[in-house]
């Protein structure tokens, strides 16, 4: 089974969809919201996507690039940020997830950045250990707080 690594286009609605909700549960209807917002250049956590196609035309797998004006262990003033990284269950461990990022750090380094950062969940070892396998490095562990003012 060949797969290949491209941006995604507005036919893949359905599918990028699909493994949004498989990745954040949520609700289908948020996801296909931001996934307009993002072919209407109107989404504001993602500036790059770039899909895992099966010969079918089906999709495996997704990567969402954002920048940043910040991130954790680097004093670059924007820095390009993995937001969501996926893979379909029955095709991880095939080096996809690598090919993925991949494209995000050619994408990155052909805009003119020099660092890509990314995160993972704390209790989420199977992300950390991919990170770590692809050259991350962990820079911090953290527990974030928001507070809603009237």
Same mark, same amino acid.
């Given at each position: 089974r060949d $797969?290949?690594?491209?941006?995604?286009?507005?036919?893949?609605?359905? !599918?990028?969809?699909? $493994?949004?909700d498989a990745l954040w549960p949520d609700s289908l209807d948020a996801h296909l919201g931001e996934i307009d917002a993002y072919f209407a250049n109107a989404e504001i956590d993602m500036v790059e996507v770039f899909v895992l196609e099966k010969e079918n035309g089906k999709l495996a797998?997704?990567?969402?690039?954002?920048?940043?004006?910040y991130a954790e262990g680097t004093r670059s003033p924007q820095v390009p940020y993995v937001e969501g990284w996926y893979i379909d269950a029955d095709v991880r461990g095939r080096g996809h997830g690598k090919q993925l990022m991949q494209?995000? !750090?050619?994408?990155?380094?052909?805009n003119g950045f020099t660092e890509l950062a990314s995160d993972a969940e704390l209790e989420n070892s199977g992300s950390i250990a991919a990170?770590?396998?692809l050259g991350f490095a962990e820079v911090d562990r953290i527990v974030c707080f928001l507070k809603k003012l009237k």
């Open positions: $797969m290949h690594i491209s941006k995604v286009n507005t036919t893949d609605r359905n !599918e990028w969809a699909r $493994m949004r797998g997704f990567i969402e690039i954002n920048l940043r004006n494209a995000a !750090e050619k994408w990155a380094l052909q990170h770590k396998a």
